[in-house]
């Protein structure tokens, strides 16, 4: 069954929203923004644009919206969109705790509801690029960015999915445990959530029919010490051995 991933995921996230508060809490905390599951500093992988002040940036499936809370101490004027209501409650809350306040979205990130070229950066961490049909949200980025806007997105690696079976509760282990060809819709038989991932040759394919040009793909490397709250979906071993997760950054064509 195809197209039915937005309700099924809409559902499944406010019914995760509860386990993720204090994550997002903890991260509208934090100054400095550290990324993916290892919390790996930003100053040690340089995720963002050096100068943002004046950037006007969209979070595509902001959950919380930490990411923009970074975005937005740092001079940007930051929009967020999520399908989750229970989500983006927990982020008006810590909105008005922090004294941050910037437009939040409830609805689809495949169809945004705002003008073309609204925007100079477009960026996502775990959100759209992982729960959102790339061939939906990808063009929907291109469309809403600004001649020469930046796109980046933090997601599991490639090399990841390759090395996690299908069974209920695995983790990445040592072997290839699904085919490369034909990545697109990933389903665990113990979610309702859908998820999204593709070969490297997909996201370079898919990017440059956008117009976009690749910039850089940062395969993130946690320290020998990193630690997670996210348990079960790869060791730090695993992690300090191959890359768990890939950042994307490209721009788009001028």
């Known amino acids: 069954m195809t197209g039915d991933h937005v309700e099924r995921n809409r559902a499944a996230w406010n019914g995760y ?36 002040d004046g950037t006007d940036a969209i979070e595509l499936g902001c959950g919380t919206a930490y990411v923009s809370a970074w975005l937005a101490r740092r001079g940007a004027r930051p929009v967020g969109i999520d399908l989750s209501s229970a989500q983006l409650a ?15 979205i409830e609805g689809n990130a495949e169809h945004v509801p705002l003008p073309d070229a609204s925007f100079d950066l477009a960026i996502s961490e775990y959100g759209a690029c992982l729960w959102a049909d790339p061939y939906l949200w990808v063009p929907e980025a291109a469309r809403l ?53 593709l070969g490297w040759g997909g996201w370079v394919r898919l990017l440059r029919t956008n117009g976009f040009q690749v910039e850089d793909l940062i395969e993130v490397r946690p320290g020998p010490d990193a630690t997670t709250t996210f348990e079960g979906i790869v060791t730090l071993d695993w992690a300090r051995r191959w890359p768990c997760e890939e950042i994307w950054k490209a721009r788009k064509d001028a």
């Open 17 to 52: 929203a509860p386990d993720f508060v204090a994550f997002g809490e903890r991260a509208w905390a934090d100054e400095e923004p550290s990324w993916g599951i290892w919390s790996v500093p930003e100053a040690e992988l340089n995720v963002l644009p050096e100068d943002l």
């Open 90 to 104: 927990t982020a008006r809350r810590l909105q008005a705790e922090h004294g941050l306040d910037f437009p939040l």
């Open 145 to 197: 960015l600004r001649p020469g806007g930046r796109l980046i997105f933090l997601t599991n690696s490639t090399l990841m999915m390759l090395c996690t079976s299908d069974e209920p509760d695995a983790s990445a282990g040592e072997r290839l445990a699904r085919d490369y060809f034909g990545m697109h819709r990933f389903e665990w038989p113990d979610e309702e959530s859908v998820e999204f991932h």
